[in-house]
């Protein structure tokens, strides 16, 4: 199987920065795309950032020109430099990634455990 590990969560004033990590690990053949998506307390997990194989990325409105996702495909990597934090942001961060593991290539959607962000003066 695959499984995803993060790191870089915390407490941040406003306007502040903060970088996530996540490193996936297992029977992996292969990663499509990985991102993060974020849930605030009663509220729904919404995407925040996905990268694909490729390079490709995708923003939500609400951070674009703020965040900046990135992607080492030879470590499996994804990290989310996260500039200019608003309170709005605080939220529980979750890593994704749609993976094909080695044999039987199974393709599988993996999520991390999720690393908390809070933003507050």
């Known amino acids: 199987q695959v499984q995803l590990v993060e790191s870089g969560g915390g407490l941040v004033q406003p306007g502040g920065s903060l970088r996530l990590a996540c490193a996936a690990s297992?029977?992996?053949?292969?990663?499509?795309?990985m991102g993060w998506y974020r849930q605030a307390p009663g509220k729904q997990r919404e995407l925040v950032a996905t990268i694909t194989s490729g390079g490709a990325t995708n923003y939500a409105d609400s951070v674009k020109g703020r965040f900046a996702i990135s992607r080492i495909n030879a470590k499996n990597s994804v990290d989310l430099q996260m500039n200019s934090l608003k309170p709005e942001d605080t939220a529980v961060y979750y890593c994704n990634a749609r993976a094909v593991t080695t044999f039987p290539y199974n393709h599988l959607e993996v999520w991390g455990q999720g690393t908390l962000v809070t933003v507050s003066s």
């Open positions: 297992g029977s992996i053949f292969g990663i499509n795309s």
